[in-house]
C-alpha cells in the first residue's frame, strides 16, 4: 500500500490538462476572440463552501498553457482547510485566455478538491486508531493519478495505482490457478519485488490465504465479528484490508478491529465537486 507523501505530484499534470483544453477549447474559443486582444483581466477565485483544497498545480497549469503573462496568486495550498466564502487565489492577465480558461482550470480545482475533502473527513473518523483508509481504483478515467494525489492530500493513502504495481489475486483468478496456494506461488515466483494481496470472502479462504504467505489478505464483505475472528486468526501474519459495505458512520467501530487498512471506493467514484466561482474584478 503506497504512502507517498502528499506532496509528490503526478508526472501527467501537463498531458491531463491538455486533453481537457482540447476536448474544452477545440480549435477556438469563438466568445473569448470577441474579447478586444489588448485587454487585461484581474478575478478571484471563491470557495463558497468548507473544504480541503486540492488542484493548485491542474490550475496554474491550464492558464501556463493559455497563456505565458497569466500570474495566479495563492492564498492556500493543497491540503489546507479552507473556509467558507473565503478567496483561494487571485489572477491577472490578458482577458480573453482567462476567460477560456476558466471553466477547464475550476473544472480540476472543484473535483480533486471534493476527493481530498471527503478523503479528510474518512481519515477523521478513524484517527486515534492505526487503521489508514485505502482508495480503490474506481477513479474518472484519465484522472486516476490526480484522484489519489488528492486521497492523500485529505490524508488517507493510495492502493495500488494500477494493475502493474501490486498482485491482487480475485476469486477468478484462484478459479483458474486451481486454488489460493497455488496461485500465490505463481505470483511469489513471477513477481518476488511485488506486494500479493489476496481476497478472500470466508475464514477457511483466509486460513489458505494466511498459509500460502500472502503479504495482504482482503476480507471481501466480512461482517463486524467474522472481522474480529479474522484479525485474531492472522496474528499479524499478514496485513489485513476491509472491503465492502463500508460507510463513513461505520468506520471507527471497523477500525477498532485492528484491521490494517479499510479500502474505500466511494473516495473517488461519488465524489462530489466543491463549489467555486471566478468572479472577475469591475
Not at 486533453?19 to 477549447?25: F, I, M, P, R
Not at 467501530?253 to 474584478?281: E, H, P, W
Amino acid at each position: 500500500m503506497s504512502k507517498n507523501p502528499a506532496s509528490a505530484l503526478p508526472d501527467d499534470v501537463a498531458n491531463a490538462v491538455r486533453l481537457a483544453l482540447d476536448e474544452d477549447v477545440g480549435d477556438g474559443d469563438v466568445t473569448a476572440a470577441l474579447v478586444a486582444p489588448d485587454a487585461t483581466i484581474s478575478a478571484s477565485v471563491l470557495c463558497r463552501e468548507a473544504a480541503v483544497l486540492c488542484g493548485v498545480a491542474w490550475f496554474d497549469e491550464v492558464f501556463r498553457q493559455l497563456h505565458p503573462d497569466i500570474s495566479v496568486q495563492w492564498r492556500f495550498g493543497d491540503g489546507d482547510a479552507v473556509p467558507a466564502n473565503d478567496i483561494v487565489c487571485t489572477l491577472t492577465g490578458p482577458a480573453a485566455p482567462v476567460l477560456t480558461g476558466e471553466r477547464t482550470a475550476l473544472n480540476f480545482l472543484q473535483l480533486l478538491s471534493g476527493t481530498a475533502t471527503a478523503a479528510r473527513r474518512y481519515a477523521s473518523a478513524v484517527a486515534g486508531s492505526n487503521t489508514r483508509i485505502l482508495d480503490t481504483r474506481k477513479t474518472l478515467p484519465g484522472l486516476r493519478r490526480a484522484q489519489k494525489y488528492a486521497v492523500r492530500c485529505g490524508g488517507c493513502d493510495n492502493h495500488r495505482i494500477g494493475l502493474f504495481d501490486a498482485v491482487l489475486i480475485k476469486d477468478n483468478h484462484i478459479a483458474n490457478a486451481g486454488s489460493i496456494a497455488k496461485v500465490v506461488a505463481a505470483a511469489r515466483r513471477d513477481n518476488p519485488e511485488l506486494t500479493i494481496e489476496v481476497e478472500v470472502t470466508n475464514l477457511p479462504e483466509l486460513d489458505e490465504a494466511l498459509s500460502a504467505g500472502a503479504d495482504v489478505v482482503m476480507l471481501d464483505n466480512f461482517d463486524r465479528a467474522a472481522i474480529g475472528d479474522a484479525v485474531a486468526r492472522a496474528g499479524g501474519r499478514a496485513k489485513l484490508e476491509v472491503s465492502g459495505n463500508i460507510e463513513l458512520n461505520n468506520l471507527a467501530d471497523l477500525a477498532s478491529t485492528g484491521v490494517d487498512y479499510i479500502s474505500v471506493g466511494a473516495l473517488t467514484k461519488n465524489v462530489r465537486a466543491i463549489d467555486f466561482s471566478m468572479r472577475f474584478a469591475t
